[in-house]
C-alpha cells in the first residue's frame, strides 16, 4: 500500500507523482511490485523510477523489470542508476523499457498532461563529486570511482538544460544520485561524495524545478531540501519502505 506525503504544507491537492528507486529487480524479487502498480490509477497519475532498477545491470534482469512495469494504468518515466551500467548494458535496458513504453530520461525531459496540469520532468542518472563539507577524493581510487566522480557535474548541467526545455506549469528533475547531504543522513559520511553532488542542486534551483526526487542512497533519508528551498524526496526503496511513495503536487 502506497502512503500519501505532501512536498511542502498548504499544497493544494493536484497532480499526485508516486516514485520509487533501488528496486534492484532480480530473481529473489520477482514480482515485489506488480500489484501495487497495477493499482496506481488510485493513488497517482504517474510513476517516477529513479534507478537501479536493476541488480546488477544484466538483460534477465531487465527483463523482470519490464515484467514489473509492463502496462501499467499510468505513465512510467525513468532514469538509470550506476548498477543498471554494471554490465555496460544501461542503454539496452533503456531501450527495452522504451519498447514497453517506459519514457527513460537521460539529459532530457519529457511533459505530461492531468486536466489541463502540465507537468515536466527532467532526468539524469547524476553521479558523485561531493559537497562542500564533503568533498571525497575524486582524484583517488578505481578508474570507476573517479569516472563517477566527474559524472555529477556533467550531469547537472545536463539536467539544468533538460529542465531549461520545459514549457510546463510544474518541473520535477528526477536523478539516481543525490542533490543534497539531507538525504543521506543515515549513510557514512565518507562515502556522501559517492553518492550526490552540489552541483545537482545547484541545477535543481537554476532551473526551477518544485521537487526533486532521487534514490542511490538505500539508508538515507526521506525528505530534504536544496539551498533555494526545492523539496528533495530519497525515494529509495529501503528508505520508504514500500512500493512507492506519493506526492501531491498543487494545481
Ligand atoms: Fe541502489
Ligand atoms: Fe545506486
Known amino acids: 500500500m502506497a502512503l500519501t506525503a505532501r512536498p511542502r504544507c498548504g499544497w493544494l491537492t493536484g497532480m499526485r507523482v508516486a516514485a520509487v528507486g ?27 523510477l529513479a534507478g537501479d532498477l536493476t541488480n546488477s545491470g544484466t538483460l534477465r534482469e531487465a527483463q523482470l523489470l519490464c515484467d514489473e512495469v509492463r502496462g501499467l494504468p499510468v505513465p512510467v518515466v525513468g532514469v538509470l542508476g550506476n548498477h543498471d551500467h554494471d554490465r555496460r548494458l544501461g542503454y539496452r535496458i533503456a531501450v527495452l523499457l522504451s519498447e514497453i513504453g517506459v519514457t527513460m530520461l537521460d539529459g532530457d525531459a519529457t511533459t505530461l498532461e492531468h486536466k489541463g496540469f502540465r507537468l515536466g520532468i527532467a532526468g539524469v542518472m547524476g553521479g558523485g563529486g561531493g559537497f562542500p563539507c564533503y568533498p571525497g577524493t575524486p582524484g583517488e581510487g578505481s578508474p570507476e570511482h573517479r569516472e563517477r566522480h566527474r559524472r555529477g557535474p556533467v550531469d547537472a548541467l545536463r539536467l539544468h538544460a533538460a529542465l531549461d526545455t520545459l514549457d510546463c506549469d510544474m518541473r520535477i528533475a528526477l536523478t539516481h544520485f543525490a542533490p543534497v547531504v539531507d538525504t543521506l543522513r543515515g549513510e557514512p559520511p565518507k562515502i556522501y561524495a559517492g553518492l550526490g553532488c552540489q552541483e545537482l542542486a545547484t541545477a535543481i534551483d537554476a532551473g526551477g524545478a518544485e521537487l526533486a526526487v532521487h534514490g542511490h542512497a538505500h539508508n538515507g533519508a526521506e525528505f530534504g531540501r536544496t539551498p533555494g528551498g526545492v523539496a528533495v524526496r530519497n525515494v529509495s526503496h529501503t528508505v520508504i519502505g514500500a512500493p512507492y511513495r506519493v506526492y501531491e503536487l498543487p494545481r
Open 22 to 48: 533501488d528496486l534492484h529487480m532480480r530473481d529473489a524479487v520477482r514480482g515485489r511490485f506488480r500489484d501495487a502498480f497495477l493499482e496506481l490509477a488510485e493513488h497517482a497519475e504517474v510513476l517516477l
